[in-house]
C-alpha cells in the first residue's frame, strides 16, 4: 500500500517567516495531494489540494507545490501569523483511498 | 447543511463492550471513509465504502466492522472493545466518479473513545 513520510515532525518559525513542510510518497498511481490543518481538539480541516496534473497550486499565503517524479510535494506558508499554530498532515492517495503522513506542529512565535 | 454528522461525541466504554459509532452526511457524497487518530499521531483508515452496500477493508480493520444501508449514513461498529481501540474517530466523505473527486475530504467533529 502507499506510505508517506512527513517532515519535519515540529517545526518553529517567528512570526513573519515562511514555513516549508515535505511529504514523499511511495504510490505512483496517487492522483490526489491535500493538506490539512488540524487545532488542538477540532477536526482536520483542508487547506489546499493538487492533483497530479498539476505542478503548482497557490491560495494567498498558501501554497503547495507537486514534483511527481521525486515522488514528493511541499506545503509552503508565507508571512506566518500566530493563528497559523496547528498541526499539519499530508495525505497522498486517490478518491478511493487516502494515507495520511504522521503530522507536522508548527508553532509561531510572536 | 450539517455536513457530516457523527455521534457520540465522547464514550467510555469497559473492556469488551460493544458500541455503535454513529456518522451521517448529507452533502450527498458517495465516498465514506473512518478513519482512528491515536494521540500524537496521523490518520489511519479503518474501513471506506464507495456507495450504498458496497464496504471495504482500510489500514487498520481489526476489531471493527461497517455497514452502508443508505447514502447518508456509514455507522462503525466495535465489538469486544479492547484497551487498543481507544482513539479518536473521524468520519468523513467526498463527491467522486471512477476515482475522479469533486470535492475535499469532509471530516466531521469526531468521536473520542476511551476503554478501560
Known amino acids: 500500500g502507499e506510505n508517506v513520510e512527513q517532515h519535519p515532525s515540529t517545526l518553529s518559525v517567528q512570526e513573519g517567516d515562511s514555513a516549508v513542510i515535505k511529504c514523499t510518497y511511495s504510490d505512483s498511481a496517487s492522483n490526489y495531494f491535500p493538506w490539512y490543518k488540524q487545532e488542538l481538539g477540532k477536526r482536520p480541516q483542508l487547506i489546499i489540494d493538487i492533483r497530479s496534473n498539476v505542478g503548482e497550486k497557490k491560495d494567498q499565503r498558501i501554497a503547495v507545490t507537486l514534483n511527481k517524479t521525486a515522488k514528493h510535494f511541499s506545503l509552503h506558508i508565507t508571512e506566518t501569523q500566530p493563528e497559523d499554530s496547528a498541526v499539519y498532515f499530508c495525505g497522498s492517495g486517490s478518491a478511493r483511498q487516502l494515507t495520511f503522513g504522521s503530522g507536522t506542529q508548527l508553532t509561531v512565535l510572536p | ?116
Open chain 2, 1 to 116: 447543511n450539517a455536513g457530516v454528522t457523527q455521534t457520540p461525541k465522547f464514550r467510555i466504554l469497559k473492556i469488551g463492550q460493544s458500541m455503535t459509532l454513529q456518522c451521517t452526511q448529507d452533502m450527498n457524497h458517495n465516498y465514506m471513509y473512518w478513519y482512528r487518530q491515536d494521540p500524537g499521531m496521523g490518520l489511519k483508515l479503518i474501513y471506506y465504502s464507495v456507495g450504498a452496500g458496497i464496504t471495504d477493508k482500510g489500514e487498520v480493520p481489526n476489531g471493527y466492522n461497517v455497514s452502508r444501508s443508505t447514502t447518508e449514513d456509514f455507522p462503525l461498529r466495535l465489538e469486544l472493545a479492547a484497551p487498543s481501540q481507544t482513539s479518536v474517530y473521524f468520519c468523513a466523505s467526498i463527491l467522486a466518479t471512477g476515482g475522479l473527486l469533486y470535492s475535499g475530504y469532509t471530516f466531521g467533529s469526531g468521536t473520542r473513545l476511551t476503554v478501560v
